[in-house]
């Protein structure tokens, strides 16, 4: 699936050039170029544009609230690379590797900061939602870090992964949602389609880097992950099946909501982009 050659992506693309154009301060100019440069298939923005558009809304309209979304993720990317110590990202030097942990933090700081400038016009709620999704991915990162050398469950690894992951997903279908004119609930419906797609998601990477089949990112410092926590119980391949199996289960939860949203080009996609990010992906492990 060629994603860049979707009118959400260059829409996408094309805002954080021209953001990126309007910064003034050089040097912090060639942080975020560099962050925002590394790579990625803009999916969380564009899944924005795509809930947008079913709720007849559109990409000229919403743009800001996925510059906003793709501004957030980025800032957590910096912010997970100091955390994990990561080296290498997309098979880039991480921000923290190239420009030193002080810079990337500031880095990481400013990404938040215009993430919020991004979003405020789109009101209250959404400015609260995108706040609260925030909060999320932070306690996450905490969790993981309070259980670090500890008994570390399923039910553990979930809350943990739907905070760090999965709640940006449900927070950029609902923003989108919004933007586009959908009430409490249909908005509500667009963000348990993101929750059980970026689980699957988080599972399937997961799953990935136990196999060591991941490309293009060295951390020295890994969390402990499904496969992980399955494999204290039963082989190796039994863990790895058992959270394939898992993998399934999130994304037959987020295709039946897609299902109930309304049959348009921008639902046809939404479809795509769950398989690609994890049923296609699986055919590598």
């Not at 170029?33 to 079913?54: D, M, N, Q, T, Y």
């Not at 501004?71 to 957590?76: E, G, I, P, V």
């Not at 999320?136 to 992951?165: N, P, R, W």
Request: charged share 30%; hydrophobic share 40%; net charge negative.
């Amino acid at each position: 699936m060629n994603i860049e050659e979707w009118d959400e992506y260059r829409y996408v693309e094309a805002g954080i050039e021209a953001f990126l154009k309007e910064m003034e301060d050089s040097r912090l100019k060639k942080m975020v170029g560099h962050v925002c440069h590394s790579g990625g298939k803009r999916i969380r923005p564009i899944i924005l544009l795509l809930a947008s558009e079913i709720c007849s809304g559109s990409c000229e309209k919403s743009l800001d609230a996925a510059l906003a979304i793709e501004m957030m993720h980025s800032a957590s990317l910096v912010h997970d690379d100091l955390l994990d110590q990561g080296l290498i990202r997309r098979n880039l030097p991480s921000a923290p590797e190239k420009f030193g942990p002080s810079r990337a933090l500031l880095c990481g700081d400013y990404l938040i900061a215009r993430s919020i400038e991004f979003i405020s016009p789109f009101g209250e709620n959404v400015v609260r939602i995108f706040g609260k999704a925030g909060m999320d991915m932070a306690e996450g990162e905490v969790l993981d870090l309070q259980l670090e050398g500890e008994e570390f469950t399923e039910s553990d690894y979930i809350e943990c992964i739907y905070k760090k992951t999965a709640s940006l997903f449900a927070v950029s279908a609902s923003i989108g949602a919004y933007s586009g004119g959908a009430d409490a609930a249909l908005a509500g419906r667009f963000s348990l389609f993101g929750e059980n797609l970026g689980i699957a998601y988080q599972i399937v990477d997961d799953v990935l880097e136990f196999l060591e089949i991941v490309e293009g990112k060295e951390s020295k410092i890994t969390s402990e992950t499904l496969p992980m926590i399955y494999m204290k119980k039963m082989s190796k391949e039994e863990a790895v099946q058992k959270s394939i199996g898992e993998v399934t289960k999130y994304v037959r939860a987020a295709k039946e909501v897609l299902d109930s949203l309304r049959a348009c080009p921008a639902r046809d996609k939404l479809f795509r982009i769950t398989d690609y990010m994890t049923l296609d992906l699986l055919e590598k492990a």
